[in-house]
């Protein structure tokens, strides 16, 4: 098989790096991919916006699956654009339409669909800025802290979470205003879930799904979680506060109607489905849906599958994904992330780096890439540092340890990933 994943970041590594484990796998190719995933994978130099380009070139190399990492280029339709062209249309994407895709492209979509179907959420409004008068009325019944969220695409900064009212109702017109573009120019107002965050994924061929491992990801900045939200300093896998009874209310209280619900409003949905819960007195609520993995979650998930890659994609093509067995390793898994020095704001990129030795540990490039032969930083987030062990505290040890071998000016990293689990 023949296989184009889509990205360039930690998650798009570690998506090639289990494809390129596949028996079946005969090319595989990463557009445009990072320093790491060349490695494994021939890069490719399109945009992920250029659609003919891509599908060109899938026509050309004989790709049979197209796996798109981020979200843009879903909720832009890619997946509409492949199924509508009689010459890309035998090409199978592995995600989800642009109408299924508007769960995680419109949080107004996404709050709309669990109101229908039942699926327990925060109570909420959305607001444009005609409305801003009732926004404002919205506020006054709600009680501290208060959730804004853009509607849209706001590359994982259109969600603010603040204390006072007066300082709220100033961000809700700064961004019903322009602060994150087209964005924002709806805002969902939301009831304030005071719990613990869980990341959870399905994956499904339209009809039947399986859960995958679980895990919680840490997005603050500074430990303790504190500061900044950024697009995740590390995560965990499994999750110690997961038991037989919280999956089965995950399962029949928001799994279920949520796929129920897919395909009552005929909603054409294949591949990944993240679901962010907020865990609330042992009662699952859905923070939110994004319509493909989660980084840095797939680098601490996809090392625990023990299963064919491809041998799971071929079932979600051909229907039979309730056939197939899919295993995962018993042992724990944790992740650590590496930043540039001002993440989640401003940073500075081409920083040399330096890589020494790396043992029982697997690096995943985030943010890198090639100047003149010298790697050097290319991002925020720069590295995922993944180690698998007997229970979480060995594998975090392994992952810290490897991280002293990977060295850039403004290395930043939390050591204190799983802090609240032990």
């Known amino acids: 098989m023949n296989v184009l994943v889509l990205g360039s970041g930690g998650r798009e590594h570690a998506i090639a790096w289990k494809i390129a484990q596949s028996k079946h796998l005969n090319k595989l190719y990463v557009a445009p991919g990072n320093p790491g995933t060349a490695y494994l994978a021939e890069n490719i130099d399109i945009k992920l916006d250029d659609f003919a380009r891509l599908a060109e070139f899938c026509i050309q190399s004989k790709i049979d699956y197209l796996l798109v990492g981020p979200e843009v280029p879903l909720v832009d339709g890619i997946a509409d654009y492949f199924l509508q062209n009689q010459s890309t249309k035998h090409i199978f994407v592995i995600g989800p339409n642009k109408e299924s895709a508007q769960l995680e492209g419109s949080k107004d979509f996404a709050k709309d669909f669990m109101l229908r179907h039942k699926i327990p959420t925060a109570r909420y409004k959305s607001f444009s800025k005609s409305s801003i008068t009732r926004a404002y009325d919205f506020l006054d019944t709600l009680t501290p802290p208060y959730v804004l969220k853009a509607d849209g695409l706001a590359a994982g900064k259109g969600v603010l979470i603040m204390n006072d009212l007066d300082e709220t109702k100033s961000a809700l017109s700064e ?248």
């Open 175 to 422: 961004m019903l205003n322009g602060r994150f573009g087209v964005a924002g120019e709806i805002v969902v107002i939301e009831e304030f879930l005071d719990g613990i965050e869980l990341s959870f994924f399905v994956l499904t061929d339209g009809n039947d799904y399986v859960i995958l491992p679980e895990a919680k990801d840490y997005k603050r900045i500074g430990e303790g979680d504190t500061g900044l939200n950024t697009g995740g300093m590390g995560a965990v896998s499994p999750v110690s506060f997961v038991d037989k009874d919280l999956l089965q209310k995950i399962e029949q209280k928001i799994v279920i109607p949520t796929m129920a619900g897919l395909k009552k409003d005929d909603m054409k949905y294949v591949g990944f489905i993240f679901i962010g819960l907020m865990i609330v007195e042992n009662e699952p609520y859905v923070i939110e849906y994004n319509v493909r993995l989660g980084d840095p979650e797939t680098e601490v998930i996809l090392p625990r599958l023990k299963t064919d890659l491809l041998e799971i994609f071929e079932a979600i093509k051909t229907n039979q994904l309730n056939t197939i067995k899919i295993e995962f390793e018993d042992k724990k898994a944790a992740t650590v992330v590496l930043v540039s020095k001002g993440y989640p704001e401003a940073y500075n990129n081409a920083k040399n780096i330096e890589i020494d030795t790396i043992e029982n540990s697997i690096v995943f490039h985030a943010g890198t890439k090639y100047i003149d032969e010298e790697l050097v930083t290319n991002g925020g987030r720069v590295f995922v540092i993944t180690s698998l062990a007997e229970n979480i505290k060995l594998a975090l040890d392994s992952s810290y340890k490897n991280i002293e071998n990977i060295n850039f000016e403004g290395k930043r990293y939390r050591k204190d990933i799983g802090f609240d689990l032990e």
